[in-house]
Structure formats: structure tokens, C-alpha cells
């Protein structure tokens, strides 16, 4: 096997064993990479107009399912690469042979690096493409965008043409994310602030994890007046401020925090846990007999809940488990009972006069985005030890499951206002995006110039969509940890550093003094 495409692979180089760092198999890595294969294959076959919106979806699901920490089952991933196989000779009568993505990763390694770009952007930006679509909402830029980046993958060899694709990759992806965005809000209203226990009440409870807020409302609908509470788990937190969800008198609270302590905070656990998205990991003894999939996750004699959503496995499983005797009482990473979420762009923007003036008055001095994604590894103690240290003056915002490290610290308030903002999921990047382009208008001047500072964490290929549009957008100076991407050759880091300052975090204290000196 061979893969490099998240933040801990081994040894900062790949993984080449017998098993991957996050628990995937070597068959595993090498049915996924059958399957990107076959996707360029179709995309080839697609290249005379004759797709249609099955073949669309398939696109989705063929990159969705490769992400990291979403489908460990050879089993849907070869069922999954035979539909595009049948798909591709249905569009098209011609021969197209597979892809072999052996011949990516032994490619010159500036040339590896720019089509890894893309491939793993655009894995990501299909997950977001995905929760899109299952609200009804598709983008025909977005969608035609897929096929271009598959063909050139398999064909394009110029690294100039490769580099502009990285960063059209970018540009899409922000229209991507302004499609989520709008899915979400059109179908769950403009989120607002909320406070989140962290305490679990006794009784029957489901814990629903992941990104995909359709299956939240699905579940929400069917668990009314059952006795059933509902809990959310690491990226599916920000589903409390939506107030078509948090009506829902049953989603009581947040159960633990980033995605990487599941195994511990799951053990013995007395109710089951869904997965709707990434990131699942290898599920353990103490708890496999209570975990659920649905959508493109999939893991090995799991139960997984089919297309038609019906999820009373679940709830009977929830029933049966009985939870908490009494309210269990738990806290965050620093040891708070509540976080607080719904700090979407209109939430913020609302008080725009307010931080404005608020600047002027040199009140807040700095903004901070501090997020992305978590991991294991300890040197992500970094974004915590970053966050205490920025000065009373300056705002924070934060999104997706990197927020874990900092959201139930009390780093008080300006004027009323948390200094603690938190966005929402990971593709709420477009939130910041947004609260960034507006400052930037209000004070008249370019984003760059505004005393703003991106203090981001990667992990795995979402977050290479997110990158690639700060890029595509032109933001310089972003710091970036806990490694850099093993994908990016010393070439293209270089054009990155040259082009961008992209800066690799070193310590805190070093990092907040050369921002504020
Ligand atoms: Fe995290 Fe996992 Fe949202 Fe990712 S739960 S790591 S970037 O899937 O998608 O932030
Ligand atoms: Fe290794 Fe990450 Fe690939 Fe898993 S997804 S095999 S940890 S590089």
C-alpha cells in the first residue's frame, strides 16, 4: 500500500506497511485506489457530454468514500468501484481503461505533489458537494469541476497548468462551500449563538456524530416523543444553532470532544453512536456492538442505515442500552460544562457596528482564526497553549473539530461579546471567509491588511479543500500545523512560500510574537 494524503501518516513520509496509522488495511488502500481509478476512467468517458446526474453522484461517492476515517469495508468499496465500472460503459460505448494510480505516486515528485493537491481537494470538497445535494442544492460549475480535475490527474503533465488547477481547485471549492452553507440555512435557518451542556442526562440517549445535519433532522423527526435524547459528538456540535434543529426539545447536549478521543470516551459507553461522516476509527470491543453507519461510511459488520433513513435500529438499540442512571456530569478539554456554538457569518455580522466600533476604539486589537481539524498527535497542544496566549484584546474564531482544544476555556468577553467565536463545521470556513471579506470592506482596505491571523490545523483532505481557497482567495501569511502536508514536494512548498508566506507553526510564544511584534 501507499497512502499520504492525511496529516499522520507515518513517519510524516506515507504509509507503506501492512496498515495504515488510522487503521486502514493495505487491501483497503488498494481497493480505494482502484476505485480513484476507475473514477478517472469515467470521468474520460464522461468528456463527450453524455453524463448524467447518476453518474454525478457516483463521482461524489467514489471521492467521499477514499477521504480518510470514512469507509475501512473492501466489501462497499469494491461494490462502489464495480457501479462506476457499469456507469462508464453505459455513458459511453468506447473503451476506457482504468486508471493506475500506482503510476501518481511514482510520478516526479513536484508532479505527484500538485495532482495530490487536487485529488485530495477535491476528495474533500465531494463530501461537502455531497451534503449539498442531500438538501437538494447542485452546482453545475461545482459539479463539471470533478470531471475536469479526474481527467487532468490521469493526463495533464504541465506543472503551470497543474499549479493553476490547485488553486482553481480553491476558487471552486469556495463555491462549494457557499453551497453547503446555503443548503444549510435555507433548510435549518441562520444559526445563532448557543449555549451547549456538556452534561448527559439520565435515560435512553443516541450519540450522532459526523457532518451531515439531513441525517441530524431525520433522526431528530424520528426520535420526537420517544424518550430518546439526542447528543452530539465532535464536527456535528454546531447542529445546536440551527434553529429548526435545536427546536427539537429531545437534542439535549454535546457528548466528548475531537474525533481522535472516540475509543476512550466511547468505552462501555450505555447507548448507541451513529456515524454519519468521518471520522470513525477502528471500532472497539467495548462498544462495536452499539455503533451505527449511514451515507458513505462503512466499517465491517457494522449495522448501516440504508438510503430510506429509517433509523429504528438505533433508536431500539438506545432503548435497549437504557443510558445514565442518573445526569452524568462531563466536561470539555479544560474542563468547562458548557461550549458555545451558532457564531455563523450572520450571527457575527449582525454585530458587525458593534466590533467595528469596538476596533476603532482599540478595543479589539486582533482577530484570530484558530481551527480545523484535530488529531492525536501531542504537538497539537500547540493550538490551546496558542489560545491562552492571545491578549484580552483580540477576538478568536474557531470551526470544525480542532475547536475541541479551546471551546470551554473561559477567555471572558469584550464588551459583551465571547471572545471565543465559534463558527461551525469545517466547510463553515466560508462563515470566517465571509466575517473576513466584510472587516476587510468596512475598514477599506484588502483582507491582508487587516490584523487578522489564521492559525490553522490539518488533518485530513477537507481540510486541503479549505487551504486551497484561503489560497485561491489570496490570503497570505497562514500558519499551518502540527506538520506540513507530506504530499507537498520542497518545490512546491517553495512556490507556496514564495506566493503565499504559508508559515509552518513553530511554538506559541514564538508564533504570537512575531504576529503582534
Ligand atoms: Fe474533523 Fe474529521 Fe470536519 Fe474532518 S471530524 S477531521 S477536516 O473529518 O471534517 O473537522
Ligand atoms: Fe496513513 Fe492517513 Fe492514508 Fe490512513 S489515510 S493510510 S493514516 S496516510
Not at 460503459?89 to 516526479?108: A, C, E, T, V
Not at 470513525?280 to 442505515?305: A, K
Request: charged residues 20%; negative net charge.
Amino acid at each position: 500500500m501507499f497512502c499520504f494524503q492525511c496529516q499522520q501518516t507515518a513517519h510524516n513520509t506515507g504509509c507503506d506497511g501492512k496498515v495504515g496509522v488510522c487503521g486502514k488495511k493495505a487491501d483497503t488502500a488498494v481497493y480505494q485506489d482502484e476505485l480513484i481509478g476507475a473514477l478517472i476512467a469515467l470521468a474520460n468517458a464522461a468528456e463527450n457530454g453524455s453524463s448524467t446526474e447518476k453518474t454525478d453522484m457516483l463521482i461524489l461517492k467514489g471521492l467521499f468514500t477514499t477521504i480518510t476515517n470514512v469507509n475501512f469495508n473492501n466489501v462497499t468499496i469494491k461494490q462502489l468501484t464495480e457501479e462506476i465500472h457499469i456507469e462508464r460503459n453505459r455513458i459511453n460505448s468506447q473503451k476506457f481503461d482504468d486508471y493506475d494510480m500506482k503510476k501518481l505516486w511514482n510520478d516526479h515528485e513536484d508532479i505527484r505533489s500538485l495532482k495530490s493537491l487536487i485529488l485530495f481537494g477535491i476528495k474533500g470538497m465531494a463530501a461537502y458537494a455531497y451534503h449539498a445535494q442531500a438538501l437538494g442544492k447542485t452546482d453545475s460549475e461545482v459539479t463539471s469541476f470533478f470531471y475536469k480535475a479526474l481527467r487532468a490527474i490521469g493526463s495533464e503533465n504541465d506543472p503551470e497548468k497543474l499549479l493553476g488547477l490547485v488553486l482553481e481547485t480553491g476558487n471552486v471549492n469556495l463555491k462549494c462551500m457557499a453551497l453547503l452553507d446555503a443548503a444549510n440555512t435555507d433548510a435549518y435557518g441562520d444559526p445563532v449563538p448557543t449555549e451547549v451542556p456538556l452534561t448527559i442526562e439520565k435515560g435512553p440517549f443516541i450519540v450522532v456524530s459526523g457532518h451531515d445535519l439531513h441525517d441530524m433532522k431525520l433522526l431528530l423527526e424520528q426520535t420526537k416523543d420517544k424518550g430518546v435524547n439526542i447528543y452530539t459528538h465532535s464536527e456535528m456540535l454546531p447542529a445546536h444553532g440551527y434553529p429548526k434543529l435545536k427546536a427539537y426539545p429531545q437534542l439535549k447536549g454535546n457528548f466528548g470532544t475531537g474525533w481522535q478521543n472516540q475509543q476512550t470516551e466511547f468505552h462501555n459507553i450505555p447507548a448507541p453512536i451513529l456515524f454519519t461522516t468521518n471520522c470513525i476509527m477502528p471500532v472497539r470491543q467495548s462498544y462495536c456492538d452499539r455503533v451505527f453507519t449511514t451515507s458513505i461510511v462503512s466499517y465491517p459488520e457494522l449495522v448501516h442505515i440504508g438510503d430510506d433513513k429509517d433509523f429504528t435500529p438505533v433508536i431500539e438499540k438506545a432503548i435497549e442500552c437504557g443510558g445514565y442512571d442518573e445526569d452524568r456530569e462531563m466536561t470539555g478539554m479544560n474542563g468547562g460544562h458548557t461550549v458555545t456554538t451558532g457564531f455563523a457569518h450572520n450571527a457575527v455580522l449582525s454585530n458587525a457596528e458593534k466590533i467595528i466600533s469596538l476596533v476603532k476604539e482599540g478595543r479589539i486589537k486582533h482577530f484570530f482564526l484558530i481551527g480545523g481539524c484535530d488529531g492525536a498527535s501531542p504537538s497539537r497542544s500547540y493550538y490551546s497553549d496558542f489560545a491562552r496566549l492571545t491578549p484580552p484584546d483580540s477576538l478568536i474564531l474557531t470551526l470544525a473539530c480542532g475547536k475541541y482544544r479551546i471551546n470551554d476555556m473561559d477567555l471572558g468577553t469584550i464588551d459583551g461579546i465571547p471572545r471565543i467565536l465559534d463558527c461551525g463545521q469545517c466547510n463553515d470556513a466560508y462563515s470566517a471567509i465571509k466575517i473576513a471579506l466584510a472587516l476587510a470592506e468596512a475598514f477599506d482596505c484588502g483582507v491582508n491588511d487587516l490584523p487578522l491571523t489564521l492559525v490553522l490545523s490539518w488533518y485530513e483532505q477537507k481540510a486541503v479543500c479549505i487551504l486551497l481557497t484561503l489560497l485561491s482567495l489570496g490570503i497570505k501569511n497562514i500558519y499551518l500545523g502540527p506538520t506540513l502536508p507530506a504530499f507537498v514536494s520542497k518545490g512546491v512548498l517553495d512556490v507556496l512560500v514564495d506566493k503565499f508566506q504559508l508559515t509552518p507553526i513553530s511554538t506559541p510564544e514564538e508564533d504570537i510574537k512575531r504576529i503582534l511584534g
